[in-house]
């Protein structure tokens, strides 16, 4: 094995733990925030009453289809494969609809911040998930020039 192989190897190897500790890092964030969304969906229940905050609100098989606010995408190509979130505006006539408002017009500040808590919650699913690809194009990579050195 060269020098310069050695060297990329070394270098695989440093990004490899560090693309490991964004991992470790980046899924216990996701786990904090939807503990703190269910604490506030809790709180919410806890001050509004159970009638109020319950399945009873959500859609059934008789309702309307709706879209979703937030859509992931994957975007290849040579060097890269990587998740994109994509968000939508609220526009009732196309099917994007606030499903805030299944609870009523005012809604309680807590309802709202766990609303916020599980938005960020899928914006780091989709971080994690981007550092994961890295992570394993990464190990590829330590692995084809393991085995082009032997």
């Given at each position: ?5 050695k ?14 500790e964004?991992s ?5 964030n996701?786990e ?8 506030l969906?809790?709180?919410s229940?806890?001050?509004q009453?159970?009638?109020?905050v319950s399945?009873s609100?959500?859609?059934?098989e008789n309702?309307?289809d709706f879209n ?7 975007q ?8 994109q979130?994509?968000t939508h505006?609220?526009?009732k006539e196309?099917g994007f609809i ?12 807590s309802l709202q911040l766990?609303?916020e808590?599980?938005n960020k ?12 690809t890295?992570l394993?194009?990464t190990i590829?990579?330590?692995?084809l020039?393991r085995n082009k050195?032997?």
């Amino acid at each position: 094995m060269s020098q310069i192989e050695k060297e990329l190897q070394d270098k695989l190897l440093i990004e490899m733990l560090d693309l490991i500790e964004q991992s470790v890092l980046c899924k216990m964030n996701i786990e904090s925030t939807t503990n703190a969304g269910q604490l506030l969906l809790a709180k919410s229940r806890y001050i509004q009453g159970p009638q109020t905050v319950s399945v009873s609100q959500l859609p059934t098989e008789n309702s309307n289809d709706f879209n979703a606010l937030k859509t992931v995408t994957r975007q290849e190509d040579e060097i890269n494969d990587e998740l994109q979130l994509s968000t939508h505006k609220v526009d009732k006539e196309n099917g994007f609809i606030d499903t805030i408002r299944w609870f009523g017009v005012l809604v309680p500040r807590s309802l709202q911040l766990a609303q916020e808590r599980f938005n960020k919650a899928i914006e780091l699913v989709v971080e994690c998930a981007n550092i994961q690809t890295k992570l394993n194009n990464t190990i590829r990579y330590i692995l084809l020039l393991r085995n082009k050195s032997s």
